[in-house]
């Protein structure tokens, strides 16, 4: 059984720094592409950035120069650094990967994490 755990979450104030992990557990998977989704309340999830195996990163908008997405192969875990946060970042932020499990893709979600930001 494979699950994505996530972690790093929680309260910060406007201007600071989070750092959000995420690790991918189980067996017999390897990683196509991890990346990070949010949700903020009466919102659609949307992206906030997502990097390939190969290193090839993808950021939304308002996350650019802000935000970086990055990953440990060997850990099979990615990292969002979240710095300048504003409160229009508060959302509960998700962990989405896609595996390859016995020859087939899968996508996975993790749980969710809060991230608020205080103005």
């Known amino acids: 059984q494979v699950q994505l755990v996530e972690s790093g979450g929680g309260l910060v104030q406007a201007g600071g720094s989070l750092r959000l992990s995420c690790a991918a557990s189980?067996?017999?998977?390897?990683?196509?592409?991890m990346g990070w989704y949010r949700q903020a309340p009466g919102k659609q999830r949307e992206l906030v950035a997502h990097?390939?195996?190969?290193?090839?990163?993808t950021y939304a908008t308002s996350g650019k120069g802000r935000f970086a997405i990055s990953r440990d192969n060997a850990k099979n875990t990615v990292y969002l650094q979240m710095n300048s946060l504003k409160p229009d970042d508060t959302a509960v932020y998700y962990c989405?990967?896609?595996?390859?499990?016995?020859?087939?893709?899968?996508?996975?979600w993790g749980q969710g994490t809060q991230v608020t930001v205080s103005s």
């Open positions: 189980g067996s017999s998977f390897s990683v196509n592409y």
């Open positions: 990097i390939t195996s190969g290193g090839s990163t």
């Open positions: 989405n990967a896609e595996l390859l499990v016995l020859g087939r893709l899968y996508t996975y």
